[in-house]
């Protein structure tokens, strides 16, 4: 698990959310959305959740062009 939690650019749905943390933890994204789906039946912050990491989790772009010192 030592990859970087950020946003791909390829296999995006809405923002890349699930499509990073899939790659993050070395499953499918489309579970990832799933259980995500599932999820929303339950009472919680589910979608502030989302919409948190959504604005914490940098492009996969913006990441690869930060200069490494």
Do not use: H
């Not at 890349?16 to 579970?31: K, W």
């Not at 009472?43 to 919409?51: E, F």
Request: hydrophobic share 50%.
């Amino acid at each position: 698990m030592s990859r970087k939690l950020v946003r791909p650019r390829e296999g995006r749905m809405i923002a890349g959310v699930c499509a990073g943390l899939a790659r993050r933890f070395n499953t499918s994204a489309g579970m990832i959305r799933l259980l995500f789906l599932l999820s929303l039946f339950l009472p919680g912050t589910q979608v502030i959740v989302y919409l948190v990491l959504w604005a914490l989790m940098p492009n996969e772009d913006r990441y690869a062009r930060t200069p490494r010192y």
